[in-house]
């Protein structure tokens, strides 16, 4: 007998080759596992819900795995003895026991990203390792009326990153696409039910794009019918990003809101 | 002809060997008096409000230098080209001009600190260099009747590092002292009048000594009257101090209240 567990975890991805285990690389799933494997004795493995690039942060990294029946450690005392393993820069939120059909990665409908873009007139010292400093202040409205055309169904071959490998196509659904100004941050946020790799940085390549003047954002149509991923803008780096919430609920999805600028996010007791 | 410069500026420490100037590491004076250098085509140098140690931040660390009267630059001319001259983590948030007799750091009648506590039950991935992270939780209502009895015009010696090398000896006004939770984290809000060297490290080690279990806030007027550096208490580590305002107007200190977190404060364009 085994329990399947859902483990949420937070991290700043600075210092790490991304999520996924590699050989020779810190990755955020290695320390997870390393700890995992010190707190049961005995090798385990996880199984992420996205594969986070080297440099991309997470407030709700969702993460599933079989552990053993012994030893027995409950789950709130396993989330504070892997706190204790872990680096200060990673965090397990939370776990919950789930059924044995669930798998993280193949359960959820959906997920919230994040991207802070910080105008250089407004430098903001603090925040070098979690946004993407501008040479220029950015159009707002021009940015918001290109995010907003990007919404719906649609081939997101313009906004991938390498040709397509994937039996299902390019085809996603994006629920949510905006700007805003916070904090003397624009904030992007994007809710969709799956991504490309890369597309999220791509789609705010695209927008800052939009927001510099050098494309119009009455050209996001052509642009998504082109499919064409040499579309002129760039990808956008990755110290900016968040993974913020997966979605296993498409209420949650669809009623998403940002609560708190990703740094400041309420760690859950 | 030359005029005074005030220059307010913000900055990220945990890179620098502190504020002032040495000849063979990185200070945030240095940084500043180098881009200064550049920009004027002379050699300049500055006067800050507070000597803050290696790896405090500050928010509104205030600088005053005279200006040579060639080239003539507009102060806000000057800020950007000192911003694009200078470290991602160093930002001149505003210059103004002011009278001849002006000097940061004796004209200014307080200065407030923040410092950021995070409880380890609430382990905050983000803020590793940003806040210190406790071994257990706080009794905040303990810390917070030994924050108040601190305020007012006391004999600090047993809050300071070294002995006393200054004429006017150890004592200093605190107009306020307080511990707040906010987003998950401990706040602690220091205003004062001045503060000896690491004083503001101390109480906080004080409060956290307090916090812990280990004194009681009874005893905090006992230990203000001993006069005595050995206190039973640790000096709190740099990284989660940040210098937040300096005040040249005893209104202005006298209603300071936190606007927002150190990290997100809001740059002035």
Not at 49 to 78: F, K, M, W
Request: charged share 20%.
């Amino acid at each position: 007998m085994s329990s399947n567990w859902l483990l949420q975890v937070a991290y700043d991805g600075t210092v790490y080759r991304g999520w996924q285990r590699q050989r020779d690389a810190g990755t955020v799933q290695g320390e997870l596992e390393q700890a995992l494997t010190d707190l049961f004795g005995c090798d385990l493995r996880v199984s992420g819900c996205s594969r986070t690039d080297a440099g991309v942060h997470a407030l709700a990294q969702q993460v599933s795995l079989c552990v053993p029946e012994y030893p027995p450690i409950p789950p709130n005392n396993a989330r504070k003895a892997l706190n204790d393993r872990l680096p200060d820069d990673i965090c397990v939120r939370s776990i919950e026991v789930v059924s044995a059909d669930f798998h993280a990665r193949f359960s959820n409908v959906g997920k919230a990203y994040v991207y802070l873009l910080a105008p250089h007139a407004h430098k903001h010292p603090f925040l070098g390792r979690f946004s993407w400093t501008m040479p220029r202040n950015l159009a707002l409205a021009e940015m918001q009326r290109a995010a907003a055309a990007l919404i719906g169904t649609h081939d997101f071959t313009t906004f991938s990153c390498v040709a397509d490998r994937d039996d299902a196509g390019n085809t996603r659904t994006l629920y949510q696409c905006r700007v805003e100004e916070l904090d003397g941050l624009l904030v992007v946020k994007v809710v969709g039910d799956g991504f490309l790799y890369r597309m999220v940085r791509r789609i705010v390549g695209f927008l800052v794009g939009v927001g510099s003047g050098r494309i119009s954002p009455e050209d996001t149509g052509r642009l998504l019918a082109a499919r064409d991923r040499n579309g002129g803008f760039c990808t956008a780096p990755p110290q900016g990003l968040f993974l913020y919430d997966v979605f296993f609920d498409e209420d949650q999805r669809d009623s998403w809101e940002l609560e708190v600028m990703p740094l400041l996010f309420p760690p859950r007791p």
